[in-house]
């Protein structure tokens, strides 16, 4: 259900899409385990972005800055809004273990194994 942007590359679903749970424990046979796999990477994505806004916005801060600056600086506004219009660290994460994409493993079922 993903579309394609301009760059050519599948891009994350931006609404409430239906998904087969029987996709989603293809790789690890246990949905649940699928769920924490996601869960995991979605949290991963979610500190990445966060790193880079931080960065980018650390960029724009002065120590003495006023109520007036504040509201007046564009280019934190612009660079906020694009972060918000970003998808969802979840959907992400979710379309990446569809796409194989996460590399993920279980070390007490490695165990077991032996």
């Known amino acids: 259900m993903s579309t394609v942007n301009n760059n050519n590359k599948p891009a994350v679903a931006s609404s409430t899409v239906t998904r087969d749970l029987r996709e989603l424990d293809k790789g690890t046979d246990n949905i649940y385990e699928s769920l924490v796999i996601m869960g995991k990477r979605a ?3 979610s500190n990445n972005i966060k790193e ?6 650390s960029e724009f801060a002065s120590s003495n ?14 660079i906020s809004k694009h972060y918000e219009k970003l998808p969802k ?3 992400v994460a979710v379309q990446e273990f569809l796409d194989d994409k996460i590399y993920f ?10």
């Open 43 to 45: 949290n991963q994505i």
């Open 52 to 57: 880079e806004l931080h960065q980018k916005l």
């Open 65 to 78: 800055d006023n109520l007036e600056e504040v509201f007046e600086n564009r280019e934190q506004i612009e």
């Open 89 to 91: 660290p979840t959907l």
């Open 105 to 114: 493993r279980n070390p007490a079922k490695e165990a077991k194994e032996i």
